[in-house]
C-alpha cells in the first residue's frame, strides 16, 4: 500500500471518528436540555457554538443548546474542561 493512501484512509477515518464525536455529543446535550427543561419552567432558545478538544483532537462548531434564563449548562461540557 502506498504511503499516501495509507494517509488518505487514516485522514478520513478520523474525520469521521470527529464527526461521529460531534454529533454524540450534540445528541447528549439537546437530551439533557430537555429534561433540565421538564423541571424548570422556561424554554429552549437555540444554540451557540464552541470548539471543543477532545482525545480525537478538536472538534469546531459543537452545537450547544441553551435555554432563555441562561442557566443550563451541559454537565459533559462541564467534565471537558
Known amino acids: 500500500m502506498r ?3 495509507r494517509e488518505e484512509i ?8 470527529k464527526t461521529m464525536v460531534k454529533e454524540l455529543l450534540e445528541a447528549l446535550m439537546r437530551e439533557e436540555r430537555e429534561i433540565y427543561l421538564e423541571s ?3 424554554k429552549a432558545n437555540g444554540y ?3 470548539d471543543l478538544l477532545t482525545l480525537v483532537g478538536p472538534v469546531e462548531d459543537l452545537k450547544v443548546p441553551r435555554e432563555r434564563e441562561g442557566k443550563f449548562h451541559p454537565q459533559i461540557l462541564l467534565h471537558c474542561e
Not at 487514516?10 to 471518528?17: A, D, N, P
Request: no cysteine; glycine share 0%; proline share 6%.
Open 10 to 17: 487514516l485522514k478520513e477515518v478520523e474525520e469521521r471518528i
Open 48 to 50: 451557540y457554538t464552541r
Open 3 to 5: 504511503d499516501e493512501t
Open 40 to 42: 424548570h419552567p422556561t
